[in-house]
C-alpha cells in the first residue's frame, strides 16, 4: 500500500529520529510512505491563530496533492498532524474558510476535505492493524515497562482529531502491547507539558514537564514514548531521568530494523 | 347493508379551525350505507354522546363513524356510547382527522380535503365490521415482584397486606438491596438498616410472602392474570430451611480471602458466608468459586461445625414452577463502571473510591466500623474532594458515559459532606458541580445547611484531572465562578458515579415482552398518567428500573405499583381484546410461518381431520390460535402465504376496502 506522508521541518532537524524509524517500519508492515513533492512547513499553530489563512496554505497543498493522487496523507509529528487535520476539518464544515481558501488558490483547483488524514498511530491501527503488527515483531519487549505521553495535541480537539478518547486514550498503550511490552497508565499521559510556555515562562514548563516524569516514574514506567518532537524537547531539557524516545524508534526496535536504520 | 351514521366533531377550534366540519359532514352523507350524518362541537362530551344515542335510536343505526381525534383518545369513550345504545362497541370506527389532519394542515381546503377522506375510509371499513364479543380469562391470585430491594420489599408488604400470596425472586444471597448497604439516609439522616431491616423482618414473617433468595426468573410465560413463570433457585450449597444462621461455619471456614460483594470488595468474607448480621433470609450460603469442598473435594470443615446438618455440597440447582396473575419488576441499579473515567485515577489509587463506597467506610458495619480511613494507608483523611456527575449529564461521551440526570448524587453527596464535617470538623471538604439539583421535600433546605452550617466548600467546575503522587491526590479543577484553575493536594477523592439499570434488566424485558428505553430503563405505559404500569398488561414496575430514584421516590412508587396488583388481583376474570387472530383451517396448509413470526407464543398446531370432497377423510396440520395470549399485532396475517390468517376487527377485505377508499 503506498500513502502520502509528510514528514514537518521538526523531523528533517531536530528529530530525524521520528521520521527515519517510521519511513523504515513502515516498509516492514507493507506500507510505502510517499514523501509530498515539495511540502513546506505545516503552517505552525492553528489553535491559535485560526483566522491567518496564508499559513494554513502550505497544508492544503499537502492535502490537495494526497487527493490528486488519491492516497491517504499521514503525519507523524504531533503537532504537524494536529494542524493539517484541523485544516482539514475547516475546508470540510467551514464554508468561508474553504472559500477564501479555494480563491487563494483559484489556480489549482476547489478542495473540500476530500483527503483521508492519518496519524501514523492510527495508520498502523486502522490500516495495519495490532494484530497484525504484533505478527510482525520479531524482537519483543518482554517486560519493559513504558508510559506513553500524550501531550495535549495529539488527541484533542477530539471532535476533530477523532482519534481517541481524549482523557482516556488507548491507542498508545495497544502500541506497546502489540510490540511485547507492558504499557503504564499515568495520570499525567495526557497533560501539557509546557512546550507552548517554554520561551516565555520556562519555569512553568519545566514545572509541568516534570509533573509528567515524575507521575510516570511513580506508576513504574521505565521509559517514556512520545509523537511529538516538543515534548521530547521539553521532557529532556527539563531533566527526565528515564528515557524519552519517539515511539517510532521502538517500533523499529521491535521489528528489528533499528540498527540497518543507523548505519 | 349496514345503517352507518357519521358524526364528525369539531374539538372546538381543534379541529374546526382548519377543516370545515359542516362541509365534511356534508359529504359523507352519500356515502354508501350512510343514514345520518350531523356534526358537534365536542363529540365526546356529554350532549354529544348523547346525540349519537338519540341517532342510533332515531335511525335504526348498526354502525357508527366518529370522525374525532386519535382512537387513542376516545376510542373507549365512543364504544361505551355505542354499548349503551345497544350496538356492539366493534361497530365503531374512529377517523382520526385531529392528530392525523387538523394539527399538521395550515389551510382549510388541504385539511377539508383530507377530514373527508379519512372519512370515507372509516365508512368503508365500518361496512365491514362485524359485531365481537371478547372472551375472559381467569386471574391467578398471586403476583411475583423481581427484585428484593425496598421497591420489591414495599411492593411486596402492600400486596400481602391486601390479602394476596407474593413471591419475591432476589438474585443475592439476602433481600435488602443497596439500601441495606447505606449509612444514613437524607434529608432526615435516620440510618438506612434502622429503618429497613425491620421492613425485612416483617417480609420473612408475613404468612402471604415467600422469599426466593439467590434464585432468578429463568422463563415467563403467558398473559396478564395468567403467567407461567420458572424461577431457578441456585444452589446455595445449604439446607435453607435448617440453617439457623448460628455463623459457626463462616467462623470455621479456612478460605477467608474472598472479595466481600457486600463491602464492595474493600474487606473480604470467607467461602461459606452470610452477607451481613441482618440478612433475610439469615442463612449460609457457599460461593462455589472459592469453597475447596466444591472445587477440589478437600475440606468439609463446615458439615464437621454445623450441628444443625444442614450443609450439602451436593444440593443441585432447583427450578420451581409457579402461576402468577402479575409480575412487578423491581430490578433496581447499579453505578456504572469507573474504568473508562481514569483521568479521575479510580484505577491508579486505592483513595480514589466510588459513593457507594464511601457508604460502607463510613457505615459502622462497614470494613473499617465507620471509622473514616483512607483504603491506602489507614489514615484518617484531612482533606476530601467530591466529584459530582461522574459519567451523568455526559452528552459529549455517550459512549461511556450516560446522557440522563442520575437524580440522587446531589443529594447523597451533599449528606457524605456534612456528615463528614460533622464527625471530623478538621476534614476540609470540597464538593466539585456542575449544578447542584435538590428539589423535593427538605431536600434544598438540606444543601444549605451543608454550605452554610457545616462550611462545605462547594465549588461550580468539573475536576480535570486527579494525579496520585506520594499519599495525596493532587487534584486540578476549575472554578467556573471565580474563573481559576485550583490544585488541591486531597488525601481522598469520591466519585458520585452515574446510575444505570441492573444487568439483569435486559434479558428480563426479553422474557417479559416489556419495552425499554435506549438506556435500559423500563418504559411506562404512560410517562404521566400511567408511570408504574408498563405497556405490557400484567407487568408493573417499581423503583429505579424505571428511572433512577430515592429512597422516598422508590417507595411511593412501589406502593402505587402494588395498588395496580392488588387492582387487578381483585378481579375475579379479565376481559380480554376480541381483535385476535384467526386461522382458517380449510386453507391453512401448516406451514409453521405464522408460529416463526408470532413474539407472543399463540400459535399451536394440531392434527385435524378433514372430509374430502370424495367422501374420504384425512388427517391434516393446521394452526390454531390461543385467543387469551394472542396480542393482535397481526405479523401472523402477513407472514401466511395462504390467505388462511386474519385479524378479527382488522381483516384483510377491511383493510383493503380503507385503502380503496382512499385511493379512489
Known amino acids: 500500500m503506498k500513502v502520502s506522508y509528510f514528514p514537518g521541518c521538526t523531523l528533517k532537524n531536530k528529530a530525524k529520529d521520528l521520521d527515519m524509524y517510521a519511513y523504515k517500519s513502515a516498509e516492514v508492515l507493507g506500507i510505502t510512505l510517499e514523501e509530498i513533492e515539495n511540502w513546506q512547513c505545516c503552517g505552525g499553530v492553528f489553535t491559535t491563530a485560526k483566522n491567518e489563512i496564508a499559513t494554513k496554505l502550505s497544508s492544503v497543498r499537502a492535502l490537495k496533492e494526497a487527493y490528486a493522487k488519491e492516497q491517504s496523507l499521514v503525519t507523524v509529528c504531533s503537532a504537524c498532524h494536529n494542524v493539517i487535520k484541523q485544516t482539514n476539518y475547516a475546508m470540510q464544515n467551514d464554508k468561508d474558510f474553504s472559500d477564501t481558501v479555494n480563491r487563494y488558490m483559484a489556480e ?128 529532556v531539557k527539563n531533566g527526565a531521568d528515564i528515557p524519552v524516545v519517539y515511539f517510532t524508534e521502538l517500533l523499529a526496535e521491535a521489528l528489528g530494523v533499528k540498527e540497518d536504520t543507523n548505519e | 347493508m349496514q345503517r352507518v351514521g357519521v358524526f364528525v366533531c369539531w374539538c372546538g377550534s381543534n379541529i374546526a379551525g382548519t377543516v370545515d366540519v359542516q362541509a365534511v359532514s356534508e359529504a359523507l352523507k352519500s356515502e354508501p350505507g350512510v ?4 356534526n358537534y362541537q365536542y363529540m365526546c362530551s356529554q350532549a354529544g354522546q348523547d346525540m349519537i344515542k338519540e341517532a342510533v335510536k332515531e335511525h335504526n343505526l348498526t354502525g357508527i363513524v366518529v370522525c374525532s381525534c386519535s382512537p387513542r383518545m376516545h376510542e373507549a369513550t365512543f364504544r361505551k356510547t355505542a354499548a349503551a345504545a345497544g350496538i356492539n362497541p366493534y361497530m365503531v370506527e374512529i377517523a382520526n382527522i385531529r392528530e392525523q389532519c387538523s394539527w399538521v394542515h395550515k389551510d ?57 400470596p407474593v413471591d419475591i425472586v432476589e438474585t443475592k444471597p439476602t433481600i435488602g438491596g443497596k439500601m441495606a448497604q447505606l449509612d444514613k439516609t437524607f434529608p432526615t439522616l435516620d440510618c438506612a438498616a434502622c429503618i429497613l431491616t425491620p421492613k425485612m423482618v416483617d417480609v420473612a414473617q408475613n404468612e402471604k410472602i415467600r422469599i426466593f433468595s439467590y434464585s432468578e426468573v429463568s422463563e415467563i410465560k403467558g398473559f396478564v392474570g395468567n403467567f407461567d413463570v420458572t424461577i431457578k433457585k441456585n444452589a446455595r450449597y445449604v439446607k435453607e430451611d435448617i440453617c439457623t444462621g448460628c455463623g459457626a461455619c463462616v467462623e470455621k471456614c479456612p478460605m477467608k480471602k474472598v472479595p466481600n460483594e457486600f463491602n464492595l470488595g474493600m474487606d473480604n468474607r470467607s467461602a461459606i458466608y452470610i452477607p451481613f448480621a441482618q440478612a433475610v433470609p439469615k442463612v449460609a450460603t457457599i460461593d462455589p468459586n472459592a469453597c475447596n469442598m466444591l472445587k477440589n473435594g478437600k475440606c468439609g470443615l463446615c458439615a464437621r461445625v454445623c450441628t444443625a446438618g444442614a ?11 409457579e402461576k402468577y396473575g402479575a409480575i412487578v419488576v423491581a430490578t433496581g441499579f447499579n453505578p456504572i ?52 456527575c461522574v459519567g451523568s449529564r455526559c452528552d459529549a461521551c455517550a459512549e461511556k458515559g450516560k446522557e440522563y440526570c442520575s437524580k440522587i448524587c446531589c443529594m447523597y453527596t451533599a449528606k457524605h ?99 425499554m428505553d435506549t438506556n435500559d430503563f423500563f418504559t411506562e405505559a404512560h410517562p404521566k398518567l400511567r408511570p408504574v404500569e408498563s405497556p405490557t398488561a400484567g407487568v408493573f414496575l417499581s423503583g429505579a428500573c424505571q428511572g433512577p430514584k430515592d429512597i422516598p421516590e422508590t417507595v411511593s412508587q412501589a406502593g402505587a405499583a402494588a395498588s395496580k396488583v392488588i387492582g387487578l388481583l381483585a378481579k375475579d376474570k379479565l376481559t380480554g381484546n376480541p381483535c385476535v387472530a384467526h386461522s382458517n383451517e380449510l386453507m391453512c396448509n401448516g406451514c409453521s410461518s ?71
Open chain 1, 108 to 235: 489549482d483547483g476547489g478542495y473540500f476535505g476530500e483527503t483521508e488524514v492519518y496519524h501514523y498511530l492510527e495508520m498502523l491501527r486502522d490500516l495495519v492493524g495490532f494484530d497484525k503488527l504484533k505478527e510482525k515483531v520479531v524482537n519483543p519487549l518482554a517486560g519493559k515497562k513504558i508510559a506513553a505521553y500524550y501531550g495535549c495535541l495529539l488527541l484533542r480537539p477530539s471532535g476533530v482529531m477523532k482519534m481517541d478518547d481524549p482523557e482516556n486514550p488507548t491507542i498508545m498503550e495497544n502500541f506497546i502491547k502489540a510490540l511485547g511490552a507492558e504499557p503504564v497508565i499515568y495520570a499525567q499521559r495526557n497533560e501539557c507539558c509546557g512546550g507552548y510556555v517554554s520561551v516565555e515562562s520556562p519555569e512553568l514548563a519545566k514545572k509541568n514537564s516534570n509533573a509528567v516524569v515524575r507521575n510516570a516514574k511513580a506508576q513504574g514506567a521505565e521509559m517514556i514514548i512520545t509523537a511529538c518532537p516538543l515534548c521530547k524537547y521539553n521532557l
Open chain 2, 35 to 38: 343514514v345520518f350524518s350531523a
Open chain 2, 108 to 164: 382549510i381546503a388541504t385539511g377539508t380535503e383530507k377530514a373527508i377522506i379519512l372519512g370515507k375510509a372509516a365508512i368503508a371499513k365500518v361496512n365491514l365490521n362485524t359485531p365481537l364479543t371478547p372472551g375472559e380469562s381467569p386471574v391467578t391470585k398471586r403476583a411475583l415482584v423481581i427484585g428484593g430491594g425496598i421497591a420489591g420489599i414495599q411492593t411486596a408488604l402492600d400486596i400481602a397486606d391486601a390479602g394476596f
Open chain 2, 311 to 321: 450443609i450439602d455440597y451436593t444440593q443441585k440447582d432447583e427450578y420451581i414452577n
Open chain 2, 337 to 388: 463502571s469507573m474504568d473508562k473515567f481514569d483521568e479521575f485515577a479510580y484505577n491508579q489509587s486505592k483513595d480514589v473510591i466510588t459513593s457507594l463506597e464511601f457508604e460502607r467506610l463510613t457505615n459502622a458495619a462497614g470494613p473499617t466500623a465507620g471509622h473514616l480511613e483512607r483504603p491506602s494507608d489507614g489514615k484518617s483523611p484531612k482533606t476530601i474532594v467530591f466529584v459530582q
Open chain 2, 417 to 515: 459532606a456534612m456528615l463528614t464535617r460533622d464527625k471530623y470538623p478538621d476534614t476540609e471538604v470540597y464538593v466539585f458541580y456542575i449544578d447542584v439539583r435538590t428539589p423535593g421535600k427538605n431536600f434544598d433546605e438540606f444543601y444549605r445547611r451543608a454550605v452554610e452550617e457545616y462550611g462545605v466548600k462547594y465549588v461550580k467546575g468539573m475536576v480535570g484531572k486527579v494525579t496520585p503522587e506520594g499519599d495525596k491526590l493532587k487534584v486540578q479543577a476549575s472554578d467556573l465562578i471565580a474563573n481559576k484553575q485550583l490544585h488541591i493536594d486531597a488525601d481522598l477523592v469520591v466519585l458520585a458515579a452515574a446510575i444505570e439499570p441492573d444487568k439483569s434488566a435486559r434479558p428480563l424485558a426479553t422474557m417479559l415482552t416489556a419495552s
Open chain 2, 594 to 664: 405464522c408460529e416463526k413470526v408470532c413474539a407472543y407464543g399463540a400459535i399451536t398446531y394440531e392434527n385435524k381431520e378433514f372430509r374430502m370432497p370424495d367422501r374420504t377423510t384425512k388427517i391434516r396440520r393446521v394452526a390454531v390460535v390461543n385467543p387469551a395470549v394472542c396480542q393482535g399485532c397481526g405479523a401472523c396475517t402477513v407472514a401466511c402465504p395462504s390467505g388462511a390468517m386474519d385479524l378479527n376487527g382488522f381483516a384483510s377485505n377491511q383493510i383493503m376496502a380503507e385503502v380503496d377508499a382512499i385511493c379512489k
